[in-house]
């Protein structure tokens, strides 16, 4: 089982920045591979980005890059997000999630999530 609880959500004004950081319970972490991904109202949810258990793959989404950026620190069992150059399209609730197989962009491929924090970017 793998616990996850997202932070760093928040209200930012356009082209601004945001780290989004997410906290994950076990021993295991190091284990799964990473992912975030967002929904707006309305919206289906979408793949932002995902990385490796080890950290060195990434993937990001096209809409997203250039400027979203995914890490990892083992160590501390979290997984970041860093947003720069935000845009009012960026707006959505954003989730952080765990699976077992290697880089996938599918939600559900994806076994654990944590419950979400949302970012509004102001125009």
């Known amino acids: 089982q793998v616990q996850l609880v997202e932070s760093g959500g928040g209200l930012v004004q356009a082209g601004g920045s945001l780290r989004l950081s997410c906290a994950a319970s076990?021993?295991?972490?190091?284990?799964?591979?990473m992912g975030w991904f967002r929904q707006a109202p309305g919206k289906e949810r979408e793949f932002v980005a995902a990385?490796?258990?080890?950290?060195?793959?990434?993937r990001v989404a096209d809409s997203v890059k250039g400027r979203f950026t995914i890490s990892r620190d083992n160590a501390k069992n979290t997984v970041y997000l860093q947003m720069n150059t935000l845009k009012p399209e960026d707006t959505a609730v954003y989730y952080c999630?765990?699976?077992?197989?290697?880089?996938?962009?599918?939600?559900?491929?994806?076994?654990?999530w944590g419950q979400g924090t949302q970012v509004t970017v102001s125009s």
């Open positions: 999630a765990a699976t077992n197989r290697v880089i996938t962009t599918t939600p559900g491929n994806y076994n654990y």
């Open positions: 076990g021993r295991t972490f190091s284990r799964y591979t």
């Open positions: 990385i490796s258990w080890s950290g060195g793959s990434t």
